[in-house]
């Protein structure tokens, strides 16, 4: 998969508040114009959680494109013909998608919803830091495979595996 143009990724949660927003943060910044990420929900919340945005910006990262959107978005003609599609909750994961314009490579990185946690600030902050690592290994995992030289099925299969990690 070789491109002169950076490759778009949607990542997909429900809320489309914290997890998805924070990928769509970090790649980014990380993705050194190969790469354009987005971020949307199946039931959007309409509103950036403010710890995620706050973790974002302690780490030098871009917040003022952020917001909560729903995927209808990316389904819509005018919308950016995607090539990857990664959810990250488990509930959007199981619903029916929108179908995506260009048969993007799609890929499950389930993980546990910052934003459901309950109890003091710390517990909460500490929640929202345990993603932005995970999703930060991942991404880092991701950006570096060597796309130009795996076929489709292997990168789906190496996006898979990413998952796991």
Same mark, same amino acid.
């Given at each position: %998969? ?9 990542? #997909?949660? *429900? ?8 990928? $769509? ?25 403010? %710890?995620?945005? /706050?973790?974002? /910006?302690?780490?030098?990262? &871009? ?16 919308? &950016? ?5 990664? *959810? ?6 199981? $619903? ?14 389930? %993980?546990?919803? &910052? ?5 003091? $600030? ?17 991404? %880092? ?5 060597? #796309? ?18």
């Amino acid at each position: %998969m070789a491109s002169s143009s950076p490759l778009n990724v949607l990542f #997909l949660c *429900t809320g489309n508040s914290a997890r998805s927003i924070l990928a $769509e943060g970090i790649l980014n910044a990380v993705g050194a114009g190969r790469f354009k990420a987005y971020s949307a929900g199946s039931r959007p919340t309409r509103k950036v959680n403010p %710890m995620a945005v /706050e973790l974002l /910006e302690k780490n030098r990262l &871009p917040t003022a494109d952020l917001r909560s959107k729903s995927w209808d978005e990316f389904a819509a003609p005018g919308a &950016p013909q995607l090539d990857f599609v990664i *959810t990250v909750c488990d509930s959007a994961a199981g $619903e029916v998608c929108p179908v995506w314009p260009g048969q993007p490579i799609s890929a499950h990185w389930g %993980m546990s919803d &910052p934003a459901a946690v309950e109890g003091s $600030e710390e517990k909460q902050r500490k929640a929202f830091f345990t993603a932005y690592n995970q999703l930060f290994h991942r991404l %880092m995992i991701f950006v570096n495979l060597p #796309l130009e030289k795996l076929g489709r099925s292997a990168l789906k299969q190496r996006l898979d595996d990413i998952g796991h990690k």
